[in-house]
């Protein structure tokens, strides 16, 4: 399965979903294959941490592509590889539309803010533009990612996000935990950290087993 994690604007948290996805996937026996497509390479920043952190022990592999390569490439590798996750980075790129082009899934992490929720014309536009050409559909989920614990921001993000039917809003909200920066300091995802967060951990394996199932 190729999941593409990406979005039209920048700081939802993609990476950091991105990174736990490839480890959560690796810790379940499966061979992955982690894409950093993004021009700020944080997957590669965190991975290459992780690296260092754990002796070589990464549990998945990690490459770089930009453009019409990262196409090219990951439908050369799909065969190699039970899961390939592709962090295509916050802006509409070439390299996100190549990704699309070659993915199962699409995860469109959005944070409860209202200039996060104008994005969506863009969003729908690229989703529109990419469905228009595939040969089968692209299956998207779209979740509230960075979510407050409490306040009125994530209802009204929610009822946005519920209102485009091609977005397929679950609502299965990642919170906003410390948890989080934390573990990646330590070039480790949430369910490697000690002590573990409890909360962390339960909402990405909610989400993680709904978008892969």
């Known amino acids: 399965m190729v999941i593409t994690v990406g979005g039209i604007k920048g700081g939802t948290g993609k990476s950091t979903i991105s990174t736990n996805l490839a480890v959560w996937l690796s810790r379940q026996g499966h061979d992955v294959l982690l894409v950093d497509a993004d021009e700020q390479e944080s997957s590669s920043d965190f991975t290459a941490w992780r690296g260092e952190t754990r002796n070589g022990e990464l549990g998945y592999t990690l490459v770089q592509l930009t453009g019409a390569l990262v196409r090219r490439q990951v439908e050369l590798l799909k065969p190699k590889y039970s899961h390939i996750i592709i962090d295509t980075g916050g802006r509409d790129t ?23 929720i104008w994005t969506l014309s863009k969003v729908l536009s690229l989703l529109a533009e990419v469905q228009d050409v595939r040969t089968s559909p692209l299956q998207t989920f779209s979740f509230l990612n960075k979510a407050d614990t409490r306040g009125v921001d994530n209802a009204e993000a929610m009822e946005v996000l519920r209102e485009n039917e091609e977005l397929n809003f679950v ?11 934390t573990a990646a300091s330590k070039g480790l995802s949430v369910f490697e950290h000690t002590p573990v967060d409890e909360k962390a951990v339960a909402e990405l394996n909610v989400l ?3 978008v892969t199932k």
């Open 208 to 210: 993680f087993s709904h």
């Open 94 to 116: 070439s390299s996100q539309r190549a990704a699309l082009f070659v993915s199962d899934r699409y995860l469109l992490p959005f944070a409860p803010r209202s200039y996060e």
């Open 171 to 181: 609502d299965f909200p990642i919170v906003s935990r410390k948890a989080f920066a």
